[in-house]
């Protein structure tokens, strides 16, 4: 019998190691006895009581992808059985049922589907329950606190939701069963908590919830029954939109017959291609007067401060077009001034290309954003704002002239092709129709990824897309 011990919570790691060191034995289901919270071993995550040890460095074993990312989501859950069930499947697809999955009156792939099921509804109650409260620290500095109950172990699953939303705030993020901390540049993993005192205070975070939730609140489909359903009750506690929920209850009939009575209006939809018209008999003579207009514009979506036009001489070989300003370069007025900018400046220095010899530009030239109390969060814009910016930056590429351009993530990547671009699987070489071109990650992508090894081979691989367009420029001398 082998004994096989893992850390508690979701040992993702611990699991698969210990997969490949029984698939290498090829030991069955029934002779390992999986545990979970025990001690580490000498082999990290596996301890074993057998007569012969399982392999530290076995090899990996090759599954279908659905059955890898069901172990991912499998392993969350609180189940005690939950190892045993994930190495009985991946026993029986190493086996030949490599479709196994698909058979979903089998017992064993019904069970797991329902402990799949649970697991994802958790992941969505997370996101769409979890409420930040705004805490000053001993120095005075703005943070962001939150109190979760999961019923399973998410909390590291769910991370890279809020670090993708919440970037530009230092927060922390508690519960029963672990707790997570983003510094705007590394997440860490803390063990569990206890609910903090004070945390249901009115601030301004709660008062902005709630008048978001009133606002979206629409009393012609209110069902209470549903509401309890998709909000239960143990969360209401942690909603401080919650405490609006009785009144607006009460009010939606009266509200549904002033709706009835009032004149129906159609919306007014902007339309862009007036705008690019508009734009297109401008015809500026040079780059100058081109920047001029730009300056000149009002952002398609209200609120930035001012344009920001592209930087760098004109001629210069390469130019770089990454998607639009952040909140530095809104406030400053150049391009690629703030974290992502910076670096950029690094990269391109390891790559050997100089800053002030490429042109930089973004396709869209307003920051779009939204507001979360004093910070400005980025916000993507959209197809038609893309669209209605592209005008603009063909024609400073004119001026320009480069002879490759650099597209810095998917937004580029559209505004130079028309069409949507998958960067990770396109990055590389790509004909821009007169343009030459090259399509890589945007460095704010990076400044996104959890310190780490992966981390910094997404960088090295950054600089190695930057070195091979320098290479093409000079390759065209």
């Known amino acids: 019998m082998h004994r096989v011990d893992l850390r508690d919570g979701a040992d993702l790691d611990g699991f698969r190691r210990?997969?490949?060191?029984?698939a290498a034995l090829g030991v069955e289901p029934d002779a390992v006895l999986w545990s979970a919270g025990a001690a580490p071993s000498l082999f990290g995550a596996i301890a074993e009581t057998g007569t012969t040890p399982l392999p530290a460095d076995a090899p990996p074993v090759s599954l279908p992808r659905p059955v890898g990312a069901l172990i991912e989501t499998v392993v969350c859950h609180r189940d005690p059985e939950r190892y045993a069930l994930l190495h009985r499947l991946v026993w029986r697809v190493?086996?030949?049922?490599?479709?196994i999955l698909g058979h979903h009156a089998d017992p064993l792939v019904h069970r797991l589907a329902l402990l799949d099921k649970a697991v994802r509804r958790d992941l969505h109650k997370m996101h769409a329950f979890l409420r930040f409260n705004e805490v000053r620290g001993p120095d005075g500095a703005e943070r962001y606190l939150a109190?979760?109950?999961?019923?399973?172990?998410?909390?590291?699953a769910t991370a890279p939701f809020f670090v993708e939303r919440f970037e530009s705030?230092?927060?922390?993020?508690?519960?029963p069963v672990g707790s997570l901390h983003w510094d705007r540049r590394s997440l860490t993993f803390g063990p569990a908590a206890a609910r903090p005192e004070g945390l249901d205070r009115d601030d301004r975070f709660a008062e902005g919830w709630q008048r978001y939730y009133e606002s979206t609140f629409n009393p012609a489909r209110v069902n209470p029954t549903a509401m309890r359903a998709e909000m239960p009750r143990k969360y209401w506690a942690n909603l401080p939109e919650a405490a609006?929920?009785?009144?607006?209850?009460?009010?939606?009939?009266?509200?549904v017959r002033a709706m009835i009575e009032a004149e129906a209006a159609a919306p007014r939809r902007r339309n862009p291609d007036k705008a690019v018209a508009a734009m297109a008999r401008q015809e500026p003579a040079t780059l100058a007067e081109l920047n001029r207009i730009i300056l000149a514009a009002d952002p398609l979506v209200p609120g930035a401060t001012q344009a920001v036009p592209g930087e760098g001489p004109e001629g210069a070989a390469i130019a770089i077009v990454g998607e639009q300003p952040g909140d530095q370069e809104d406030l400053e007025g150049r391009p690629f001034v703030g974290p992502a900018g910076q670096l950029l400046t690094r990269a391109l220095e390891e790559a050997g290309i100089e800053r002030g010899a490429a042109y930089l530009t973004n396709a869209v030239k307003h920051f779009k954003f939204v507001a979360r109390g004093k910070r400005r969060l980025h916000q993507s814009p959209t197809a038609g704002e893309v669209k209605h910016y592209r005008w603009w930056l063909m024609k400073e590429l004119a001026f320009v002239r480069p002879r490759l351009v650099v597209t810095l993530g998917a937004?580029?990547?559209?505004?130079?092709t028309g069409r949507s671009v998958s960067v990770l699987r396109e990055r590389g070489p790509m004909g821009f129709g007169e343009w030459e071109g090259f399509v890589t990650v945007h460095p704010s992508y990076l400044l996104r990824l959890p310190a780490g090894e992966g981390a910094e081979q997404a960088y090295r691989a950054f600089v190695a897309d930057l070195r091979r367009a320098r290479e093409m420029v000079e390759g065209t001398d």
């Open 147 to 156: 109190w979760f109950e999961p019923d399973n172990f998410i909390v590291e």
């Open 169 to 175: 705030l230092v927060w922390t993020i508690l519960t």
């Open 244 to 255: 609006a929920i009785p009144a607006m209850i009460r009010s939606a009939p009266a509200r």
């Open 18 to 22: 210990a997969l490949r060191g029984l």
């Open 94 to 99: 190493l086996r030949g049922e490599r479709d």
């Open 411 to 416: 937004t580029a990547a559209l505004a130079l």
